[in-house]
């Protein structure tokens, strides 16, 4: 009779030392993850250094009263001082060339000169403004020239301030005005400002003087386009009643008279005559 097969012992046992031994190094993994943070001491904050003391400048002919004097360009206005006046004296310049020159009437002249010729768009606005430009350089040449000299320049080297240089500069400006202005829009212009009338000319002010002075211009300028106008109207009124004679009715008089406009305008030297008159104005 065969014995039945005894169960091994050895592998139960086995599997508990191989349990025990797992258990045993996952409690040393634990115990070293927990005494780690322990173990890393914290170290002290250091002390902040302590800030130092401003030093002052030493001021000369300051006696110690702590007062600092700060001079640029030795008397003389700076640079960006400058700069601010120039770029607000570019911000007005173009109310100023319109209003206190005479800029106004030459180019209301060439404007109604043009009108006249029956041509709306020949010269072009661009040259018309062109040579009103450089035509009144050319008339307020010695204002400005006087300006320059009894006002920017002193100015410039530091001895006049702002003020100073203003009251000085309007001077020459303020005369050629007086001088170019009818006394009728002066006195209209002193009556509307309600304010009471002067003892002289010379002490009119700015805001009453310029708008006198714009008024005389355009007046001016008027009479002069008006004396422009009548030989052009002449020459349409002929050439009209010519077509009308011929039965031509439906051919528009101003494209027939154009040619004579022009032809008498360059035979009697147009361009010279309404610049003499203009630059002759102003003596």
């Not at 120039?86 to 310049?93: C, D, G, K, R």
């Not at 009556?191 to 805001?207: F, H, I, N, Y």
Request: hydrophobic letters at 55%; zero cysteines; proline letters at 8%.
């Amino acid at each position: 009779m065969a014995s039945s097969p005894v169960p091994a012992r050895g592998v139960p046992f086995a599997r508990r030392v191989g349990l025990v031994l797992l258990l045993l190094a996952l409690a040393g993994v634990v115990l070293a993850v927990l005494a780690g943070p322990a173990s890393a001491a914290p170290t002290a904050p250091t002390a902040p250094t302590q800030p130092t003391a401003p030093t002052v400048p030493a001021v000369d002919g300051a006696a110690g009263d702590g007062g600092v004097d700060i001079s640029i360009g030795g008397g003389s206005p700076s640079t960006s001082v400058t700069l601010i006046l120039a770029i607000t004296v570019l911000s007005v310049a173009p109310a100023v060339l319109l209003l206190a020159t005479s800029f106004t009437k030459i180019v209301v002249v060439l404007s109604l000169t043009r009108n006249a010729l029956g041509m709306q768009s020949s010269p072009p606005n661009t040259v018309l403004t062109g040579i009103a430009l450089f035509l009144t350089l050319f008339v307020m040449g010695p204002v400005f020239a006087d300006v320059n000299e009894t006002a920017v320049q002193p100015y410039l080297d530091g001895q006049m301030t702002v003020s100073q240089a203003y009251d000085a500069g309007v001077v020459p400006l303020k005369g050629f005005l007086l001088d170019n202005t009818r006394e009728d829009e002066l006195k209209l212009m002193v009556g509307l400002s309600g304010e009471e009338a002067p003892a002289d000319e010379e002490s009119v002010s700015m805001t009453t003087l310029v708008p006198a002075f714009v008024l005389s211009e355009l007046k001016s300028a008027f009479i002069i386009g008006l004396v422009v106008f009548i030989p052009f109207l002449v020459l349409d009124m002929l050439v009209s009643a010519a077509l009308m004679a011929m039965g031509m009715m439906m051919v528009p008089p101003a494209i027939v008279s154009l040619p004579f406009k022009l032809l008498l305008f360059v035979v009697v030297d147009g361009w010279a005559l309404i610049t003499t008159a203009l630059v002759g104005s102003y003596g």
